[in-house]
C-alpha cells in the first residue's frame, strides 16, 4: 500500500533561515509526487511536481528514490511562506487510479 | 476561467440523516476527485469520477455514493451518517487526457460537515 509520511507536525524557523520540510514515501511504482500548500483562509493549491523539477516561490523538491524520499526546501524562509504544507503522491494505476495519497501535514510558522 | 466551487460551505446533520455535497469543477475539467479531511490529518481519498463514472474508490464504505453530471460537475452523497463522518469534505477537479494522465489538481475550498 502507498504511505506518504511528513514526520514533522510543526516546524518553526526564524526570517532568512533555510528551511527544509521532509517527506518519505513508500510506493511499489514509480512515484509522481507533489508538494501542495494552504496559506490561512485559503483553499488547497500545487506548490510544486517532481517532473517540473521548476522552483517555485524559492522552493526546490527532489526525489530521492534510494531514501524514498521528497524533501521541501528553501535557503531563505519568508514570512508569507508560514503555511501548512502537504507532501502528496500520486497513484498512476490499479483500482484507485489517479488518487493522490497526502501526508498529515507540516505547519511552518516563519518569525520575523 | 472559473475555479472550483463546492456548496455548501458549512452543514450540520443530525446521525443516521443523509447528505448531498456539490462541486462544480474547473472550466476545461473533466475529471472530479473528493477527499474527506478529519481535523489534524491530511486529506483522504474516497473517490474520484471520469466521464459519469467512479474511476477508483479509496477505503471508504458504500454508504459513501456519487455521481458526475454530463457538465463535469459531481455529487457526493452519504447515507445514514455516522459521528465520524465530522470533517472538511475537499473537491478536487483535473483533466485526464490521452493514456489517462492527469494534469494538476486543482481543490474546492471545501464542505465542512457536522454531525451531532
Known amino acids: 500500500a502507498q504511505r506518504v509520511t511528513q514526520p514533522e507536525k510543526l516546524l518553526s524557523v526564524f526570517k532568512g533561515a533555510p528551511v527544509e520540510l521532509k517527506c518519505n514515501y513508500s510506493y511499489s511504482g514509480s512515484p509522481e509526487l507533489f508538494w501542495y500548500v494552504q496559506y490561512s483562509r485559503q483553499r488547497l493549491q500545487l506548490l510544486l511536481r517532481?517532473?517540473s523539477r521548476e522552483s517555485i516561490k524559492g522552493f526546490t523538491a527532489d526525489l530521492n528514490k534510494g531514501e524514498t524520499s521528497f524533501h521541501l526546501k528553501k535557503p531563505f524562509a519568508q514570512e508569507e511562506d508560514s503555511a501548512m504544507y502537504y507532501c502528496?503522491?500520486?497513484?498512476?494505476?490499479?483500482?484507485?487510479?489517479?488518487?493522490?495519497?497526502f501526508g498529515q501535514g507540516t505547519i511552518l510558522t516563519v518569525h520575523p | 476561467e472559473t475555479g472550483v466551487t463546492q456548496s455548501p460551505t458549512h452543514l450540520i446533520k443530525t446521525r443516521g440523516q443523509q447528505v448531498t455535497l456539490r462541486c462544480s469543477s474547473q472550466s476545461g475539467h473533466n475529471t472530479v476527485s473528493w477527499y474527506q479531511q478529519a481535523l489534524g490529518q491530511g486529506p483522504q481519498f474516497i473517490f474520484q469520477y471520469y466521464r459519469e463514472e467512479e474511476n477508483g474508490r479509496g477505503n471508504f464504505p458504500p454508504r459513501f455514493s456519487g455521481l458526475q453530471f454530463p457538465n463535469y460537475s459531481s455529487e457526493l452523497n452519504v447515507n445514514a451518517l455516522e459521528l465520524d463522518d465530522s470533517a472538511l469534505y475537499l473537491c478536487?477537479?483535473?483533466?485526464?487526457?490521452?493514456?489517462?494522465?492527469?494534469?494538476?489538481?486543482?481543490f474546492g475550498q471545501g464542505t465542512r460537515l457536522t454531525v451531532v
Open positions: 502528496a503522491l500520486l497513484n498512476a494505476g490499479g483500482t484507485s487510479y489517479g488518487k493522490l495519497t
Open positions: 517532481h517532473i
Open positions: 478536487a477537479s483535473s483533466l485526464t487526457g490521452r493514456a489517462r494522465m492527469n494534469t494538476e489538481a486543482f
